[in-house]
């Protein structure tokens, strides 16, 4: 070693041994240690004294290099590294006191809250500890080297498992602490990144770089003021850390990540030293196949579901992250577009909470007889129908309890004589039935398949499943009622489509019966049969429509249109001079309005009606047709009978509702619908005893486009 290599070397860990001692003074003294985590401070002190310790016996080793001073070096190091990690560990773990076995009791209580990932840094410590011994003491020179190799891989995890643990502490912290903690998370991970280094260089050229083991001293005592900056912000930021068990399981997967990559490296250099000329050959081979092995590892769900339940087992006191699940579960189960689709999301959201890979759904049948397959998510189709009346869903809709099939096969007494149907034994994946229950009433179950990882069913896991099916349950009965209203509706707009379709009919009967009754007397008149030909035509041509429309849908055919009112309203005034009656037509012309010519004539056709029979014989009836403000204004009025302010403004336009003894009152509704949809509108003024004028306002369209118009599209708005 040259003298500056030298010379850097000591005044490195001279630095560090300075600032660790002075570390060490400072927090022994310091009045907010010991008074709150008695186990986590201690770590604290414990860590810090260790590192003095290292760095004075680094700084020993640089000033009087020999043999002994190197060993006594590497095992405070090393001794170090654990109290680091141990401290690190107590940061991180949650609460697992609870999770324990009940017959480690007698453990002592700082072993029992360690937890398994405490004894998982243990066990790593303690195997590079024995090799380090072991190769401190070895006599025989190529076993000395041997166990320096596979000291340096159980030290290359040491780096490796402290940035992990690093990671952890700084994503689980609030956001209120993180400030507080950052200074030290940073010295940590300098710390840890450098010594990675160190020692993976270690690993691959079967030494230590000299360079890096020169400046190692100076590293460590920069990243030293660091953590120091933290301890003094605030000290409680290392007492209020909380892990998410999303953050346990990828630090779980993440060290399984790093113990393979060992083990396979280890292999493969413990292939290549053995096997000769063909180690190196070997070793790529190994080593290929050891990757493919891993993919197949890291994308196998079974492999992830056992992780997750051991994590949840083992790390926490609770197994399920509520919040999690119940929010994943509810943003599966709003996301459907239809009653299939809901059905396979509850299956996938109840079979994801248990890692089981697939189910189906049995819902009830309109008739409540019996329970069929409606939805199936990684199961076979079945064609089994379960009795509504049958063991089976009689048990769960009285007790609301989860089957546990193979409970049931062990110990069925526990099920009160519950008969489960051959079907559902017979099935080899077949593990749990979940109730979907509400309010007493039960609309179907779910059958879940066998776990990729066991799932023990406590009273925890129960009750998760429990509220999840009553959840699930509820939104089925959502959906269900949801299109119960849709048919609903669909049948409501049919009925009072028919209803219009009826009233229609009406008019027709009522303009035949008219005839018939002139062609007792007028029946040698040619002029009248060439009329009651005409007339017979034009109702069959309605009619015809009436049908299409009633098999269509509510809306007529036809295209709408510009419609001249000159020729309406004559065609008014002359279905009144056919009963007799006078209409008097007031109008300007050259008005039109847009719309279908057939549905206008009968709405104001309607209008019409209703003002012949309001009024007795000498009375006036007018039809009034002018331009207004850009509109059309058509007044239809009389002097009959009139009608009360009460029945104008509550009854006149709702459907089924009549002055008249012999009317069905869906003439004035559908009148005032149509009227709506040109958007127009109708005012009524009307006085019992003085008469009645229907005001309907219409848009105004423009004689010139009406005449531009092409002829073809003008009739077929014609009837």
């Given at each position: 070693?040259?003298?500056?290599?030298?010379?850097i070397?000591?005044?490195?860990?001279?630095?560090?041994?300075?600032?660790?001692?002075?570390?060490?003074?400072?927090?022994?003294?310091?009045?907010?240690?010991?008074?709150?985590?008695?186990?986590?401070?201690?770590?604290?002190?414990?860590?810090?004294?260790?590192?003095?310790?290292?760095?004075?016996?680094?700084?020993?080793?640089?000033?009087?290099?020999?043999?002994?001073?190197?060993?006594?070096?590497?095992?405070?190091?090393?001794?170090?590294?654990?109290?680091?990690?141990?401290?690190?560990?107590?940061?991180?773990?949650?609460?697992?006191?609870?999770?324990?076995?009940?017959?480690?009791?007698?453990?002592?209580?700082?072993?029992?809250r360690?937890?398994?990932?405490?004894?998982?840094?243990?066990?790593?410590?303690?195997?590079?500890?024995?090799?380090?011994?072991?190769?401190?003491?070895?006599?025989?020179?190529?076993?000395?080297?041997?166990?320096q190799?596979?000291?340096?891989?159980?030290?290359?995890?040491?780096?490796?498992?402290?940035?992990?643990?690093?990671?952890?502490?700084?994503r689980?912290?609030?956001?209120?602490?993180?400030?507080?903690?950052?200074?030290?998370?940073?010295?940590?991970?300098?710390?840890?990144?450098?010594d990675?280094?160190?020692?993976?260089?270690?690993?691959?050229?079967?030494?230590?770089?000299?360079?890096?083991?020169?400046?190692r001293?100076?590293?460590?005592a920069?990243?030293?003021?660091?953590?120091?900056?933290?301890?003094?912000?605030?000290?409680?930021?290392?007492?209020?850390?909380?892990v998410?068990?999303?953050?346990?399981?990828?630090?779980?997967?993440?060290?399984?990540?790093?113990?393979?990559?060992?083990?396979?490296?280890?292999?493969?250099?413990a292939?290549?030293?053995?096997?000769?000329?063909?180690?190196?050959?070997?070793?790529?081979?190994?080593?290929?196949?050891?990757?493919?092995?891993?993919l197949?590892?890291?994308?196998?769900?079974?492999?992830?579901?056992?992780?997750?339940?051991?994590?949840?087992?083992?790390?926490?006191?609770?197994?399920?992250?509520?919040?999690?699940?119940?929010?994943?579960?509810?943003?599966?189960?709003s996301s459907?577009?239809?009653?299939?689709?809901?059905?396979?999301?509850?299956?996938?959201?109840?079979?994801?909470?248990?890692?089981?890979?697939?189910?189906?759904?049995?819902?009830?049948n309109?008739?409540?007889?019996?329970?069929?397959?409606?939805?199936?998510?990684?199961?076979?189709?079945?064609?089994?129908?379960?009795?509504?009346?049958?063991?089976?869903?009689?048990?769960?809709?009285r007790?609301?309890?989860?089957?546990?099939?193979?409970?049931?096969?062990?110990?069925?007494?526990?099920?009160?004589?519950?008969?489960?149907?051959?079907?559902?034994?017979?099935?080899?994946?077949?593990?749990?039935?979940?109730?979907?229950?509400?309010?007493?009433?039960?609309?179907?179950?779910?059958?879940?398949?066998?776990?990729?990882?066991?799932?023990?069913?406590?009273?925890?896991?129960?009750?998760?499943?429990?509220?999840?099916?009553?959840?699930?349950?509820?939104?089925?009965?959502?959906?269900?009622a949801?299109?119960?209203?849709?048919?609903?509706?669909?049948?409501?707009?049919?009925?009072?489509?028919?209803?219009?379709?009826?009233?229609?009919?009406?008019?027709?009967?009522?303009?035949?019966?008219?005839?018939?009754?002139?062609?007792?007397?007028?029946?040698?008149?040619?002029?009248?049969?060439?009329?009651?030909?005409?007339?017979?035509q034009?109702?069959?041509?309605?009619?015809?429509?009436?049908?299409?429309?009633?098999?269509?849908?509510?809306?007529?055919?036809?295209?709408?249109a510009?419609?001249?009112?000159?020729?309406?309203?004559?065609?008014?005034?002359?279905?009144?001079?056919?009963?007799?009656?006078?209409?008097?037509?007031?109008?300007?012309?050259?008005?039109?309005?847009?719309?279908?010519?057939?549905?206008l004539?009968?709405?104001?056709?309607?209008l019409?009606?209703?003002?012949?029979?309001?009024t007795?014989?000498?009375?006036?009836?007018?039809?009034?047709?002018?331009?207004?403000?850009?509109?059309?204004?058509?007044?239809?009025?009389?002097?009959?009978?009139?009608?009360?302010?009460?029945?104008?403004?509550?009854r006149?336009?709702?459907?089924?509702?009549?002055t008249?003894?012999?009317?069905?009152?869906?003439?004035?509704?559908?009148?005032?619908?149509?009227?709506?949809?040109l958007?127009?509108?109708?005012?009524?003024?009307?006085?019992?005893?003085?008469?009645?004028?229907?005001?309907?306002?219409?848009?105004?369209?423009?004689?010139?486009?009406?005449?531009?118009?092409?002829?073809?599209?003008?009739?077929?708005?014609?009837?």
């Amino acid at each position: 070693m040259s003298t500056e290599a030298a010379n850097i070397s000591i005044f490195g860990f001279a630095i560090a041994t300075l600032l660790h001692a002075i570390f060490a003074v400072l927090l022994l003294r310091d009045a907010r240690f010991h008074t709150q985590q008695r186990e986590r401070d201690f770590a604290f002190v414990g860590a810090v004294l260790a590192s003095f310790a290292w760095s004075a016996a680094a700084l020993a080793d640089a000033l009087l290099p020999y043999l002994a001073t190197r060993h006594v070096a590497m095992a405070l190091d090393w001794l170090r590294y654990g109290c680091w990690l141990l401290f690190l560990v107590v940061l991180v773990r949650p609460a697992t006191a609870r999770s324990l076995p009940a017959h480690l009791g007698d453990l002592p209580a700082a072993a029992r809250r360690l937890g398994p990932l405490a004894w998982s840094t243990g066990v790593l410590w303690l195997a590079g500890a024995g090799l380090l011994a072991a190769y401190v003491f070895s006599s025989s020179g190529l076993e000395a080297a041997r166990l320096q190799r596979l000291w340096l891989l159980s030290a290359l995890g040491m780096p490796v498992l402290g940035l992990v643990l690093v990671e952890q502490l700084f994503r689980n912290l609030p956001e209120n602490l993180r400030w507080n903690a950052k200074p030290a998370c940073l010295g940590f991970a300098t710390v840890f990144l450098f010594d990675l280094y160190h020692y993976s260089m270690a690993v691959l050229f079967g030494g230590f770089d000299p360079d890096a083991g020169h400046v190692r001293g100076l590293v460590h005592a920069l990243a030293l003021p660091l953590i120091f900056v933290a301890s003094r912000r605030r000290i409680d930021w290392i007492g209020r850390l909380q892990v998410s068990r999303t953050a346990v399981f990828y630090s779980a997967s993440l060290l399984l990540a790093g113990a393979y990559l060992l083990f396979v490296a280890a292999l493969g250099y413990a292939v290549r030293a053995l096997g000769g000329d063909w180690g190196r050959a070997m070793q790529l081979a190994l080593v290929s196949g050891a990757a493919i092995f891993g993919l197949v590892l890291l994308l196998s769900g079974s492999i992830r579901a056992r992780v997750r339940v051991f994590v949840g087992k083992h790390f926490f006191s609770y197994r399920y992250d509520y919040r999690e699940q119940w929010l994943r579960f509810t943003n599966m189960l709003s996301s459907p577009t239809d009653t299939q689709d809901f059905g396979v999301l509850a299956v996938r959201g109840l079979a994801d909470m248990l890692e089981s890979p697939g189910g189906g759904l049995w819902t009830r049948n309109a008739a409540h007889t019996a329970f069929s397959q409606t939805a199936r998510w990684n199961l076979a189709a079945a064609q089994t129908v379960e009795p509504a009346d049958a063991d089976l869903p009689q048990y769960l809709q009285r007790s609301g309890w989860i089957v546990d099939l193979d409970e049931y096969r062990h110990t069925p007494q526990r099920y009160r004589a519950l008969i489960l149907p051959p079907w559902l034994l017979q099935l080899p994946t077949a593990w749990l039935v979940v109730p979907l229950i509400v309010h007493e009433d039960l609309l179907g179950f779910v059958l879940l398949a066998r776990p990729r990882a066991p799932v023990q069913m406590n009273w925890e896991t129960r009750d998760l499943v429990k509220t999840a099916s009553r959840q699930a349950a509820s939104f089925l009965a959502q959906m269900q009622a949801t299109e119960a209203l849709l048919e609903l509706r669909k049948f409501e707009s049919f009925n009072r489509m028919s209803a219009f379709v009826v009233h229609d009919l009406k008019n027709i009967v009522t303009q035949l019966s008219l005839m018939l009754k002139n062609a007792e007397r007028l029946r040698a008149n040619p002029e009248f049969q060439q009329d009651m030909l005409l007339t017979v035509q034009s109702s069959l041509e309605k009619m015809r429509r009436l049908m299409l429309q009633l098999r269509e849908g509510a809306t007529p055919p036809g295209t709408a249109a510009g419609v001249d009112l000159a020729p309406l309203l004559l065609r008014l005034q002359a279905m009144a001079s056919d009963r007799g009656r006078t209409l008097e037509l007031r109008q300007e012309s050259s008005l039109a309005t847009r719309g279908l010519e057939e549905r206008l004539e009968r709405v104001l056709g309607h209008l019409v009606h209703n003002a012949l029979d309001a009024t007795e014989q000498g009375g006036e009836v007018w039809v009034a047709a002018r331009r207004q403000s850009g509109q059309v204004v058509v007044e239809v009025g009389d002097t009959g009978v009139g009608m009360t302010e009460e029945f104008v403004q509550n009854r006149l336009f709702r459907p089924f509702t009549s002055t008249k003894g012999a009317g069905m009152g869906i003439g004035t509704h559908e009148s005032l619908q149509y009227i709506r949809e040109l958007g127009g509108r109708i005012d009524v003024q009307s006085q019992l005893g003085k008469g009645t004028v229907m005001r309907v306002e219409l848009p105004l369209f423009n004689a010139h486009d009406l005449e531009s118009e092409p002829a073809a599209l003008r009739a077929r708005t014609v009837a």
